[in-house]
């Protein structure tokens, strides 16, 4: 009996032993170096005083939901998003009169983009921190966001593209910004069948030149570049700058199937591109004027609003045209990233098929050009021999290397999307110094100034697509994230964990001081210059334009002016112009009116901004301020009288009795 | 030229400063306002102490309480106040002083270097004094419409809002700081000159 007890007692321990071993889930040791005195440690590296500041800007990528979010750095906080390929009914944007032009291409208004790769302006290969660029995959355009107002002040459509995925890398004086195709489409398009795809398809790579006082962008040539599909690029830069590098998958030209027929060639190409050497042949005269339809729209803070204009043609340039511009270089097996190093001296392949990173120097590079070191060509493009242009491979370093970014200090850090990690590596030695797990699956990492000769190594963040169990759940759809390492060390330190907005594609990231004390605070009223704006309360009008009532009002704490309406009959269509007459930073104010079809306003001061209500039902309806402004926020309020149609009431407006401006 | 007549002319002449810069400041301090509100009082205008549009700023927040409108340009200009006779009348007692103290420094009497200090602490005082009358006719006259009536915790009537007429005090939400500006410190060294130059002056006119 008493054995009987005793084994049965041993097999409960033995079996309590092995369930509490069990892999049900991982322990958290496993999900991170959260160890007690290191995770306190972390914890303390990311912690922001309330009050203090982070010492970097993170512009992080909203992916398909096509924004850009300001976030923090060490803290993970997320500051803003910044609307640009997506309407945003939170700030009014791609909803009010005024930002509504921004979302126009030649495919008319498109209320929805897939934004990627966002990269800062440069000024001698350092990010100067004036503006920040941002690509649209799905209806190719680029954006320029302002960095001292922190909104989107131009976007232009790219023709002949599709996928524009290879995209918005800046060079490192900002001469330019580039676009890519990452579907070969006809160019220009037309009728075709698709299995005519091969040879007849193209893939434009485009060439925006950015203009050096205001930013603005302008298409200066397309290259007409055989139909591959152009993945992502970087640009030269120290030594090499004056080149463009554009990874390729998919030389096989399929167009079906491509997951298995797009994997049939061992190596494809970086494309590189002499961009100087294609500048110089446009300078004189070279390059053929097509036609084309794309819209370039623009944003103005002298009237607050943007204007929409369809270009009509391209200048686009045949690559046999300019010998001795475009190189392919053989590269392992469907390479996704493309990233040159910060000496300009390497230039690097994320083998994604081939678990391979390819490493070409340009030394070598240029010495092979001398030497006519070719291995054939491809649509009359030479294709370097490959042992004549490599520096070294780093073979299976993880699995499904996607993209890499560098330190100071001659080290590459790649994400690996299938072994999900990040791994250290020496652009040199070619020898792996150290590999950190990521919470999963992880598209692109960052490093501030990453794209420049001068990263800011302290920082790392990686972008992580998949999150599964990391954080409390939300239902089937959770949020992708973001996680940041401190690479200062030899081993690289996982800090922090944080969500995302959308996917968080690709980020840019900068010190905080290049940005913050040119932050905007207020739009100077004396300076705006908006058709509909106004200065002051005596200037506030109603205005009748046959069925067009303009509403010309103000807004200051804590009222409108006028805030008594009449006059307005149903079927009438009511524009709100609305100037906030605030000077004083951090005092906007909302306005939105009952059963308006469209979004609020958010009006920073100084600024002016339009509604449009077309009001069907007869009676009196309110309208009121929509943003928490002052003391006297839920007093800031007013009533528009709706009449029936045909109705002889005469217009009129009041505040406080009186039209604005005139005797008591 | 004697070292007395140098610096009595020195002294008047630095009054000269006034037409420049502020007299006085009121710097106004609150949660919302971590990077405060300035007022700079000119003895012909008003100014912004610390940003752009401070003044406007101020004379907003100010209609909360039911407080008279500031006496800016613009203020007069919609009659939301009667015009500020000081701005008129304190330039032209600030030049007269001025040419005053460039006669008598030019005459070379040191005697009238005394009567001119005594004038200038006379007016001091006179202007001081209309300057706390101002700052109480605004903490006072408030309008009985005013949105916050607020009684004061003491005397249970209603509270006043004189901002402090030199130092700090605690308005409401708002830590409100009351100095002399750069200006008022030229006044001060142009009297002291004047001292000195009558000092001087009295030694040299024993010698």
């Known amino acids: ?664 | 030229m004697k070292k007395s007549k140098i610096l009595m002319i020195i002294g008047a002449l630095l009054l000269g400063a006034l037409y420049v810069l502020p007299l006085w400041k009121i710097t106004l301090v609150a949660p919302q306002y971590p990077e405060p509100l300035g007022l700079n009082i000119h003895i012909t205008h008003l100014s912004d102490g610390v940003q752009y549009n401070d003044v406007k700023n101020i004379d907003l927040l100010n209609h909360y309480i039911g407080m008279a409108h500031l006496p800016t340009e613009e203020n007069v200009a919609k009659k939301e106040i009667e015009p500020f006779i000081e701005f008129t009348i304190f330039p032209i007692v600030i030049g007269v002083m001025i040419a005053f103290g460039l006669f008598v420094g030019f005459k070379g009497n040191h005697k009238w270097y005394l009567y001119w200090l005594l004038i200038m602490v006379f007016l001091g005082m006179a202007g001081l004094y209309d300057f706390y009358a101002w700052l109480d006719s605004y903490g006072h006259n408030l309008d009985p419409n005013a949105i916050l009536k607020i009684a004061d915790p003491v005397t249970g009537k209603p509270m006043g809002y004189q901002p402090p007429f030199l130092g700090y005090k605690k308005l409401l939400n708002f830590e409100v700081y009351s100095f002399p500006a750069l200006g008022a410190y030229f006044i001060v060294v142009g009297m002291v000159l004047s001292l000195m130059a009558f000092i001087t002056g009295k030694k040299e006119a024993k010698s």
Not at chain 1, 422 to 427: A, F, H, L, P
Not at chain 1, 509 to 531: F, Q, T, V, W
Request: hydrophobic content about 35%; glycine content about 8%.
């Open chain 1, 1 to 664: 009996m008493k054995t009987i007890i005793k084994s049965i007692f041993s097999l409960v321990i033995t079996a309590t032993f092995f369930v509490s071993c069990a892999p049900t889930t991982a322990s958290k040791e496993t999900r991170g170096n959260a160890k007690g005195a290191i995770a306190g440690s972390a914890a303390e590296r990311v912690y922001v005083a309330p009050g203090e500041h982070d010492s970097h800007y993170a512009f992080i990528s909203g992916g398909f939901s096509g924004q850009l979010s300001v976030y923090g750095l060490p803290s993970g906080r997320l500051f803003r998003v910044i609307p640009v390929f997506s309407q945003d009914p939170e700030k009014g944007y791609g909803y009010n009169e005024e930002t509504k032009p921004m979302l126009e291409t030649s495919h008319g208004f498109v209320p929805w983009g897939d934004s990627h790769h966002p990269d800062i302006s440069q000024t001698n290969g350092s990010v100067d921190g004036r503006w920040v660029f941002i690509n649209e995959n799905n209806t190719p355009r680029i954006a320029r966001i302002s960095l001292e107002t922190f909104e989107t002040e131009e976007i232009i459509e790219i023709p002949n593209s599709a996928g524009n995925h290879s995209s918005s890398y800046v060079t490192e004086n900002s001469e330019y910004v580039v676009a890519g195709t990452r579907f070969a489409v006809p160019f220009p398009q037309r009728d075709m069948s698709i299995k005519d795809m091969k040879g007849n398809f193209k893939g434009a790579l485009s060439f925006l030149k950015i203009d050096k006082e205001t930013g603005r962008m302008n298409i200066a040539f397309q290259i007409k570049m055989p139909g591959f599909n152009y993945d992502l690029s970087h640009p030269g830069r120290g030594k090499s700058h004056g080149w463009f590098f554009f990874s390729t998958y998919n030389t096989e030209e399929a167009n079906s199937l491509l997951e298995v027929n797009a994997s049939q060639n061992d190596k494809d190409f970086i494309a590189a591109i002499n961009w100087k050497k294609i500048e110089e042949y446009v300078k004189n005269g070279g390059g053929k004027k097509m036609p084309a339809k794309y819209a370039h729209n623009t944003w103005s803070d002298d009237t607050h609003s943007a204007t929409s204009t369809m270009e009509k043609e391209v200048l686009v340039v045949e690559p046999k045209d300019v010998p001795g511009a475009i190189y392919f270089l053989p590269t392992a097996k469907s390479p996704h990233g493309c990233d040159v190093d910060p000496t300009g001296e390497y230039i690097i392949g994320n083998g994604k098929l081939a678990a391979a990173m390819t490493v070409h120097s340009f030394t070598k590079f240029q010495k092979a050009i001398a030497d006519k070191a070719f291995d054939g060509e491809k649509y009359g493009i030479p294709i370097m021999k490959f042992e004549a242009i490599n520096f070294g491979v780093l073979d299976q370093p993880g699995l499904g290397p996607l993209h890499t970014e560098f330190d100071t200090r001659g080290n590459a850090y790649t994400t690996f999307f299938i072994s999900s990690e990040v791994v250290k590596w020496n652009v040199k030695d070619l020898k792996v110094l150290d590999r950190h797990p990521v919470y999963y699956s992880v598209g692109h990492l960052m490093i501030p100034g990453g794209n420049s000769r001068t990263p800011d190594d302290k920082y790392l963040i990686s972008m992580n697509k998949i999150t599964k169990d990391r954080y409390l759940p939300t239902g089937p759809e959770v949020c992708q994230s973001a996680q940041l390492f401190d690479i200062s060390g030899e081993k690289m330190e996982l800090l922090l964990d944080f969500p995302t907005i959308g996917e968080p594609h690709y980020a840019a990231g900068i010190a905080a001081d290049k940005i913050a004390p040119k932050s905007r605070k207020i739009y100077k009223l004396d300076e705006n210059k908006h058709p509909y704006g106004v200065k002051s309360e005596a200037e506030t009008k109603v205005v009748r334009k046959g069925n067009e009532v303009h509403i010309y009002m103000t807004m200051i704490r804590s009222h409108f002016s006028p805030d008594n309406i009449e006059g307005v009959k149903v079927g009438d269509k009511v524009f709100f112009h609305v100037t906030n007459l605030e000077q004083d930073y951090d005092v906007p104010h909302g306005i939105s009116m009952i059963g308006a079809n469209t979004s609020e306003l958010l009006i920073m001061p100084g600024r002016t901004s339009t509604f449009v209500w077309e009001p069907k039902e007869v009676g009196v309806w309110p309208f009121y301020c929509t943003d928490f402004c002052s003391a006297l926020h839920q007093e800031m309020q007013g009533y528009v009288r709706v009449s029936p149609k045909g109705s002889n009431i005469p217009i009129s407006f009041t505040l406080d009795g009186d039209i604005p401006g005139e005797e008591e």
